[in-house]
């Protein structure tokens, strides 16, 4: 039986028919998964299921009260129905097969690391995510994230509709005649600064926002993400992923409001002339810092491989840096003739988590090009570090 599993969450993939014939069968086998993973969480998607009978349900019935969560995805309508008729669509949380999406011709105009954002048409964009970052728990993160940031007056737009292309998932975020910063800055270039004051007061307004203790996930979860791909790369020793989880915990918690992945491709400009946030996979509580490293590894880093700056943020490099300086002299309320080296080296070494994790898995370097950034960015981090031990 073909199955996942994240944290304490078990995902099974039922197919073609359940009923008497076989429901006790499959039973036992996802029984059997929970018992050696020690999950109390299970997702049962129905994508591939064609039928289910009251064999199956009576299935069902009997996960809901062995496990503290039991939901159902991809339920085709026929599927639906049967659930929706018999009340099982009270009982646990069913959600519907996602509306085919096709990708062609469509124009791209931004990426992040586990997605692409595309335009659908004047009121619509979708963004589109990794088959590997188990699209559909995060696109359900993404919404309950944008919920309550929305609640808590972050403008941030709601996710409209869950849709599918191909292998891949995402969400279409409706925004009426809406552009991504990159895209109107690089319309209008006598706008960079302004713009990059603009992204600065979002930031401030986004940092200066306080969240009821676990209303949503630590916001240093993001770096040890980050570590996580770095150490299954195997490009970094041990004892260097064991700092880095150290330094990671070390930063100070919060409970502010951290996007995740703040950067021109990720802000709106609606038609009214408003900034408004997508993308809110990553929403969280913690230290700005977490934020403003992530923006700096866009800009600064991911933006300087091969086609980076225009891929990531829809500007080019030149305009991107401009943006960037505006944005960062107006945060920490700098004067435009003062020196941002010493703030950049500090973010520098903030966003190395990520540099580190994300030179293991881009598809943009060859390999020998990859060995020899993370050589280069692991030093910079044991010189800090043991800079730091020997203080």
């Given at each position: ?11 099974v ?6 009923d ?15 018992s ?46 049967v ?38 048409d ?22 309950r ?9 972050i ?9 599918r ?29 302004a ?12 940092h ?10 630590d ?34 918690t919060?409970?502010?409001?951290v ?6 491709a ?24 977490i ?22 943020t ?19 309320g700098?004067?435009?003739d ?7 080296q ?5 966003a ?15 390999d ?12 910079v981090f044991?010189?800090h570090?043991?800079?730091?031990a020997?203080?």
């Open positions: 039986m073909r199955h996942t599993e994240e944290g304490r969450t078990l995902t993939f039922l197919e073609g028919r359940i008497s014939s076989n429901a006790e069968d499959a039973y036992a086998k996802i029984e059997a998964l929970l050696r993973n020690g999950a109390n969480r299970i997702t049962l998607d129905v994508d591939d299921l064609t039928y289910i009978s009251s064999a199956g349900l009576r299935m069902v019935l009997k996960l809901l009260k062995a496990c503290d969560e039991v939901r159902m995805a991809n339920a085709s309508s026929a599927v639906y129905d659930l929706q008729q018999t009340g099982f669509t009270s009982l646990l949380n069913v959600t519907r097969r996602p509306r085919e999406l096709s990708l062609k011709n469509l124009s791209q105009i931004g990426a992040g690391a586990f997605g692409r954002v595309y335009r659908l004047a009121e619509r964009v979708a963004k589109v995510y990794d088959p590997a970052v188990n699209p559909l728990a995060t696109i359900e993160r993404e919404q994230s944008a919920r309550e940031a929305f609640l808590h007056g403008p941030s737009a709601i996710p409209f509709e869950t849709v292309a191909g292998n891949e998932y995402g969400i279409v975020y409706e925004l009426i005649d809406a552009q991504t910063i990159g895209e109107v800055v690089s319309a209008h270039p006598d706008q960079v600064r713009y990059g004051q603009r992204m600065a007061d979002l930031a401030r307004q986004m200066e926002t306080h969240f009821d203790e676990g209303s949503l996930p916001a240093r979860l993001i770096f040890h993400g980050w570590i996580d791909r770095a150490e299954q790369s195997g490009l970094y020793a041990d004892t260097t992923i064991d700092s880095l989880r150290t330094f990671v915990d070390n930063i100070p919060r409970n502010t409001f996007h995740g992945d703040f950067h021109p990720n802000i709106m400009v609606t038609a009214d002339g408003e900034l408004t946030l997508i993308d809110m996979g990553d929403a969280s509580m913690g230290d700005p810092i934020d403003l490293a992530g923006t700096f590894h866009v800009v600064r880093v991911a933006a300087r491989r091969p086609g980076g700056a225009e891929r990531l829809g500007m080019r490099e030149p305009l991107l840096d401009d943006l960037w300086d505006a944005f960062l002299r107006s945060y920490y700098l004067a435009a003062s020196s941002t080296l010493e703030i950049e500090r973010l520098r070494l903030f190395l988590p990520r540099t580190m994790g994300s030179i293991a898995r881009t598809k943009l370097i060859d020998e090009t990859r060995r020899r950034q993370a050589r280069e960015a692991e030093e044991l010189r570090h043991e800079g730091v020997s203080a």
